[in-house]
């Protein structure tokens, strides 16, 4: 979590409380809606990403973390928001299609009809835009844009519609941790 003034609440919930890790809606009370809570509100809310509610041990603790987020959603001196992914499971959308949540959550649906690629591609473009324009003192000769268009369209390809893939094969290139140029490590990528 990167929001300045949250470490000393952090550590101090945690001194209090050594089980807070494994206990998942406390840990959300007790590690980030009451540290935010003592902060000065913010000019922009703070921003949560909660992946895989529905691999939440039972649909109790699902239930649990959903009220608190319901709770906080409709309190305004509380800035902050949450994306939460989950797989479409049937008491979680019923979850969300009670207040308050039906009126402060917004959906977005990435089923089968969703075109991942068209976000991936994006993602990777201007990835490899920031890695250029980082590394064009060790890249002479590389034209732009840089990767080629066959370079892009096989990346995309080979994410077979899986985001992570992207982000992965960004930190693979970007790294220097060896002697090998972006490029070098693009051309192993694909």
């Known amino acids: 979590m990167n929001v300045h003034g949250m470490l000393e609440p952090l550590n101090q919930a945690m001194m209090e409380d050594f089980s807070l890790p494994k206990r998942s809606a406390v840990q959300l009370q007790q590690l980030i809606i009451n540290p935010i809570r003592l902060l000065p509100i913010p000019p922009r809310p703070v921003l949560v990403i909660m992946d895989g509610l529905d691999e939440c041990e039972d649909f109790n603790t699902q239930r649990d973390i959903l009220a608190l987020i319901g709770q906080i959603t409709i309190d305004p001196n509380v800035a902050i928001r949450f994306i939460i992914t989950s797989r479409p499971e049937h008491q979680i959308c019923d979850l969300f299609n009670k207040e308050p949540l039906f009126r402060t959550t917004r959906r977005l649906v990435l089923d ?19 890695i250029y324009s980082r590394n064009k003192d060790i ?13 892009m369209r096989m990346l995309v390809w080979r994410a077979s519609g899986q985001f992570i893939y992207a982000p992965t094969v960004i930190r693979f290139v970007s790294s220097d941790t060896d002697f090998h140029t972006p490029k070098e490590k693009l051309s192993k990528s694909c």
């Open 139 to 151: 890249m002479p000769g590389v034209r732009t844009p840089w990767p080629s268009e066959y370079a």
């Open 112 to 130: 089968e009809g969703y075109d991942t690629e068209a976000d991936i591609e994006w993602y990777l473009r201007e990835k490899f835009e920031e």
